[in-house]
């Protein structure tokens, strides 16, 4: 059985920063392509970033330049460095991730979610 785990949500105030990590837990192979999703009470889920094998990075408009996604192949974690948070950053944030199973076979799995709440 393979979970997606992320941690690093918090209280920071406007201006501060926060860094999410993501990683898989259970047995796996590796981690494909990821991407950090969000989605604020009231709103969809929206793309924040994504991140693929090859470092391929992008990113919502909305974030540019203050969010930065990142990946350690060797833990297989996947992390969301937040910078300059705006009261506007306020939502539970996801992970999703594609995960090569010991089988071979590649799933799609999202995380449970972690709150970030930013204070103005």
């Known amino acids: 059985q393979v979970q997606l785990v992320e941690s690093g949500g918090g209280l920071v105030q406007a201006g501060g920063s926060l860094t999410l990590s993501c990683a898989p837990s259970?047995?796996?192979?590796?981690?494909?392509?990821v991407g950090w999703h969000r989605q604020a009470p009231g709103k969809q889920r929206e793309l924040v970033a994504t991140i693929t094998n090859d470092d391929f990075r992008d990113y919502a408009d909305s974030v540019k330049g203050r969010f930065t996604i990142s990946r350690d192949t060797a833990k297989n974690t996947v992390y969301l460095h937040m910078n300059s948070l705006k009261p506007e950053d306020t939502a539970v944030y996801y992970c999703?991730?594609?995960?090569?199973?010991?089988?071979?076979?590649?799933?799609?799995?999202w995380g449970q979610g972690t709150q970030v709440t930013v204070s103005s």
């Open positions: 999703n991730a594609d995960v090569v199973r010991i089988s071979g076979r590649t799933n799609n799995y």
């Open positions: 259970g047995s796996f192979i590796s981690i494909n392509t």
